[in-house]
């Protein structure tokens, strides 16, 4: 039997007009979290700065002048450091949240509930991007010469962002359930923070441990920035390969668990 080319047509054509609408309601999610988010404030986005440049004050006190750390260009290592988790961290938390947040849209009879977390991701991504500029200011001002290993970037960028929507499809489903589970991850987040290399080198961690800290991704997605960006280097291909390979698989399997649970949402909320 010979495909009918209409029919097909017609499909590709739905799939394409599906696309397009996710593509502008996403747009319009983050513009509306954006808004919202800075609605009546002086500081407006700037806020977004201002945290990490407080933590990288605090830091450069403590490691540059009560207990002096010897790592070159400290004030570099340690805000792209922070960049990135405060990305990942920020966006778990509040992704975590996102359908308790979110009743009036969720009981709209055929919203795209999938979409949620991929909203919160986004905006963090776009808070991320607005700040490399300081970042480049911090480089520069530390004598780093960027390479064009910089061009390298947006793929570390995508692969984080596809890691974080991963862990947000698990946590979003799992917090509908049990409510605690945002504050659970609030304390763990906390304490992920310090057994991540932000404000400390790698090489200062006792062998022992070389294999736990190697089992956490933020690690090695936290080192190839640094290697992008400081150290002028070709970032850990290996590690990012194995970290995209268990990507493609729980993406998946976080989205199908999120999709199911999604069918009692609205009676969960």
């Known amino acids: 039997m010979q495909p009918n080319p209409s029919l097909q047509n017609f499909r590709s054509r739905s799939v394409w ?8 309601l996403l747009r319009s999610l983050v513009d509306r979290d954006m808004k919202l988010m800075y609605k009546r404030s002086a500081l407006g986005v700037a806020w977004t700065l201002i945290s ?3 933590q990288l004050l605090v830091f450069i006190f403590v490691f540059q002048v009560v207990i002096k750390v010897d790592i070159p ?5 340690v805000f792209a450091g922070l960049l990135v988790w405060n990305w990942f ?16 849209l969720i009981r709209q009879p055929g919203f795209p509930t999938t979409i949620l977390p991929i909203v919160v991701v986004t905006t963090g991504l776009i808070h991320f991007i607005l700040a490399l500029p300081i970042l ?26 596809a ?16 409510r605690d589970t945002q504050h659970t991850l609030w304390v763990l987040l906390q304490l992920l923070f ?39 280097v070709q970032p ?20 199908q668990l999120f999709k199911r649970q999604s069918l009692r949402f609205v009676e969960e909320i």
């Open 194 to 232: 310090y057994l991540t290399p932000i404000f400390y080198e790698l090489d200062n961690i006792p062998q022992q441990y070389w294999y736990a800290y190697g089992l956490n991704p933020m690690v090695h997605i936290v080192t190839c920035y640094r290697q992008i960006l400081i150290w002028g």
């Open 163 to 178: 890691l974080t929507v991963t862990f947000s499809y698990f946590l979003a489903a799992l917090n509908v359930t049990f």
């Open 73 to 77: 260009q400290y004030s570099s290592y």
């Open 52 to 54: 990490p440049l407080l």
């Open 236 to 255: 850990d291909w290996l590690a990012l390969g194995i970290i995209s390979l268990i990507t493609l698989v729980l993406l998946p399997l976080g989205y």
């Open 89 to 104: 961290q920020t966006s778990l938390f509040q992704a975590t949240g996102v359908i308790i947040n979110s009743r009036s």
């Open 17 to 24: 007009l599906r696309l397009l609408y996710l593509f502008d």
């Open 136 to 161: 480049v200011v911090f480089l520069l001002l530390d004598g780093v010469r960027l390479t064009p290993l910089i061009l390298a970037l947006p793929l570390l960028q995508l692969l984080q962002f």
